[in-house]
Every structure is written in C-alpha cells, then in structure tokens.
C-alpha cells in the first residue's frame, strides 16, 4: 500500500489538495450468480492500446479521457502502454502487460472454473485524468453500454 | 488518480446493476472515492497485481478480489493475503 503522507512533496500537495469525486450513495449491485457462473471483465487504468488502436494522447489538458475496448482473445503482450504519469514505476508492466490487464490469469481463472468466463471485451483508460467531466459525461456511460450489452457479471478494476 | 478513475466507473456500472470490485495501491483515495469493494494490495504504484511473470501471485490478487463479490456488508475495504 502507498500512503500519501509518503509520496514526494509534489504528490504529496496535489493528492491533499485535490477535489476528490465521490461517489453516489445508491444501491450497490449485489452479486446474484455463483461466482463459477458469472462473465467477468477487466476495466484497466494503465493506458493499455491494441494493435492498430490510437495511442492515447499526452498532451490533452486535464488528461486524455476516452477508452479502448480490449478484445478478449488478444495476446496481452501485443498491448502498448501509454500511459502520461511519472508518479508511477512502469518498469512491472513493461515487463508483463498482465500488471495492467491480467487477461492470462483471468482465463487460467475461467480454466480453473472460478470464474464462469472471460468477457468478450475489457476495458482500457488512461487513469491520469485530473479534470475529469469529460470523462464522466462521455467515456464512463459508453463504458457501462458495452459492459451492460456484453452482460458481464462482474467488472474487475486493475487502477495503476 | 488512477483509483478516482477506475472509481468512477465502478459506481456507474453499480448503478447499472453490474457488480464490481478491485484492487488498489492508494487505499486512502478508494475510501474518499466511495468504492463499494477493493482489495487493498501492499505494493507500489504500478505494481498493483504484484509482481512481473508471478501468475501464482498475480491469480491470488485476482481470486481475493473476486471474493469480496461475496460480500453484502459495503463499502468492503479488505487487506490482501499471501
């Protein structure tokens, strides 16, 4: 775990002093399935780009607020990281994408029967979004349409 | 900011009725954020699934955070165990 009273003072400032969303107080959607049945799919912070996928652009203000969708087949390893943070090391997913979209372990998950199966498509954004109303507005219900039509069960997040 | 992000998202799929849950470095900021579930996991930034190339590692974080589905007593905010 990181701690913000630990991060460089830069961090340290901007995490304090930041306005943090919160979420709505509604219902949480409680599981229904066995988990043995349920389609699960990864929704990725770490600026994750398929072959052929535009690359996500470093230089928008606020932070690039749109996604990708991941197809559920690919070798992670075809995946590129453009990520726009230094604040974290990427040296973990350089070196396996599964430290950003572990898309391997979910299908041993799925093989094992822990989980019914992998979704079709996952879910990739780049999480440095610090003005975040685009994000919000656009990105996040086109997100929930894909996932709700793809009738996932269960969505896994794996922020960076 | 990534678990913000993530966040927000989480809490729009809820509402949709699709369950979610997690894992996260920065605790502190899921709990402000309000996630219904995340797995607190003890490694650093951009290390949230561990470590590169451990599967046996990495499927523990995945299988601990899929067992909080199992939970009705939210917000869950639980400690990864190896």
Same mark, same amino acid.
């Given at each position: 775990?990181?701690?913000?009273?630990?991060?460089?003072?830069? +961090?340290?400032?901007?995490?304090?002093?930041?306005?943090?969303?919160?979420?709505?107080?509604?219902?949480?959607?409680?599981?229904?399935?066995?988990?043995?049945?349920?389609?699960?799919?990864?929704?990725?912070?770490?600026? +994750?780009?398929?072959?052929?996928?535009?690359?996500?652009?470093?230089?928008?203000?606020?932070?690039?607020?749109?996604?990708?969708?991941?197809?559920?087949?690919?070798?992670?390893?075809?995946?590129?990281?453009?990520?726009?943070?230094?604040?974290?090391?990427?040296?973990?997913?350089?070196?396996?994408?599964?430290?950003?979209?572990?898309?391997?372990?979910?299908?041993?998950?799925?093989?094992?029967?822990?989980?019914?199966?992998?979704?079709?498509?996952?879910?990739?954004?780049?999480?440095?979004?610090?003005?975040?109303?685009?994000?919000?507005?656009?990105?996040?219900?086109?997100?929930?349409?894909?996932?709700?039509?793809?009738?996932?069960?269960?969505? +896994?997040?794996?922020?960076? | 900011?990534?678990?913000?992000?993530? !966040?927000?998202?989480? !809490?729009?799929?809820?509402?949709?009725?699709?369950?979610?849950?997690?894992?996260?470095?920065?605790?502190?900021?899921?709990?402000?954020?309000?996630?219904?579930?995340?797995?607190?996991?003890?490694?650093?930034?951009?290390?949230?699934? !561990?470590?590169?190339?451990?599967?046996?590692?990495?499927?523990?974080?995945?299988?601990?955070?899929?067992?909080?589905?199992?939970?009705?007593?939210?917000?869950?905010?639980?400690?990864?165990?190896?």
């Amino acid at each position: 775990m990181v701690w913000i009273a630990d991060m460089d003072l830069k +961090l340290k400032l901007f995490m304090r002093g930041y306005p943090w969303k919160r979420l709505d107080e509604t219902a949480p959607a409680h599981r229904v399935k066995d988990l043995a049945a349920c389609r699960v799919a990864l929704v990725s912070s770490a600026g +994750l780009v398929a072959p052929g996928q535009e690359p996500y652009d470093s230089k928008i203000k606020g932070g690039d607020w749109s996604w990708r969708s991941i197809p559920g087949d690919i070798d992670v390893r075809s995946l590129t990281e453009h990520h726009r943070s230094d604040s974290w090391d990427h040296k973990g997913i350089e070196a396996d994408r599964n430290m950003g979209m572990p898309l391997d372990r979910m299908r041993e998950l799925a093989a094992a029967g822990v989980i019914g199966e992998v979704a079709p498509r996952h879910i990739s954004v780049m999480g440095s979004v610090t003005a975040p109303g685009r994000f919000i507005r656009k990105t996040v219900p086109e997100i929930v349409e894909a996932l709700t039509a793809d009738g996932v069960d269960i969505a +896994l997040m794996v922020p960076v | 900011m990534c678990p913000q992000t993530v !966040g927000l998202v989480q !809490g729009a799929l809820e509402q949709a009725g699709i369950t979610t849950t997690g894992a996260t470095c920065v605790a502190e900021v899921s709990e402000i954020v309000g996630v219904p579930r995340a797995l607190d996991v003890p490694w650093p930034l951009g290390f949230t699934m !561990g470590e590169p190339n451990n599967p046996e590692l990495q499927r523990a974080v995945l299988e601990q955070a899929l067992a909080l589905t199992d939970r009705d007593d939210i917000p869950v905010l639980e400690t990864f165990e190896f």
